[in-house]
T-cell receptor, first 110, second 116 residues
Framework: GEDVEQSLFLSVREGDSSVINCTYT??????LYWYKQEPGAGLQLLTY?????DMKQDQRLTVLLNKKDKHLSLRIADTQTGDSAIYFC??????????FGKGTKLSVKP | DAGVTQSPTHLIKTRGQQVTLRCSPI?????VSWYQQVLGQGPQFIFQ???????GRGNFPDRFSARQFPNYSSELNVNALLLGDSALYLC???????????????FGAGTRLSVL
């Protein structure tokens, strides 16, 4: 079946790097996505990666994909207090939908 | 350019009532999807419409229905509301059809529904 797992909480100090991890089950997913949700808001697309790529970098964000282990990670360099939010990993479902994990709540301490 | 817009922002209903939520996609986007996000969980897929046809349906009861209009806006209807329907309902739009591999979906701010 299709399922996405994430750790629920991550706490880092301002200026450190944050690494949010995710595992997925559907090896046929061609794209994997990271979304950010701030309190009371909708989901903001941060980045995505094609399944034949190992890494994608976009400014402070680095996505690593280990397709063999079905493991995806999002690294945020120089984490700021404004990065405090819930981060969702998602894989593409068979109906063109997105399948989300439960989200990782990132807390950034000054 | 306007993003995905949803209305209303908040809604309070009582059990047994019916509710209609509305969504306008990004201009040029023909695909609209609906998701339910219960507190503390990730969004769960309800429906996807493309070119006014239903292209996908999640594991939700028949009390949930939706439609897409010629201008690609969409409505989600929920009948006979239950307490468990309290959630944030998110609409997302996409430029490509559901069968496309790179199905980037852009989300609205959601409608928060409270059922008392």
């Amino acid at each position: 079946g299709e399922d996405v797992e994430q750790s629920l909480f991550l706490s880092v100090r301002e200026g450190d790097s944050s690494v949010i991890n995710c595992t997925y089950t559907d090896s046929s997913s061609t794209y994997l996505y990271w979304y950010k949700q701030e309190p009371g808001a909708g989901l903001q697309l941060l980045t995505y990666i094609f399944s034949n790529m190992d890494m994608k970098q976009d400014q402070r964000l680095t996505v690593l994909l280990n397709k063999k282990d079905k493991h995806l990670s999002l690294r945020i360099a120089d984490t700021q207090t404004g990065d405090s939010a819930i981060y969702f990993c998602a894989e593409g479902g068979s109906q063109g939908n997105l399948i989300f994990g439960k989200g990782t709540k990132l807390s950034v301490k000054p | 350019d306007a993003g995905v817009t949803q209305s209303p922002t908040h809604l309070i209903k009582t059990r047994g009532q019916q509710v209609t939520l509305r969504c306008s996609p990004i201009s040029g986007h023909k695909s609209v999807s609906w998701y339910q996000q219960v507190l503390g969980q990730g969004p769960q897929f309800i429906f996807q419409y493309y070119e006014k046809e239903e292209r996908g349906r999640g594991n939700f009861p028949d009390r949930f229905s939706a439609r897409q209009f010629p201008n690609y806006s969409s409505e989600l209807n929920v009948n006979a509301l239950l307490l468990g329907d309290s959630a944030l309902y998110l609409c997302a739009s996409s430029f490509v059809p559901p069968s496309a591999g790179r199905n980037i979906q852009y989300f609205g701010a959601g409608t928060r529904l409270s059922v008392l």
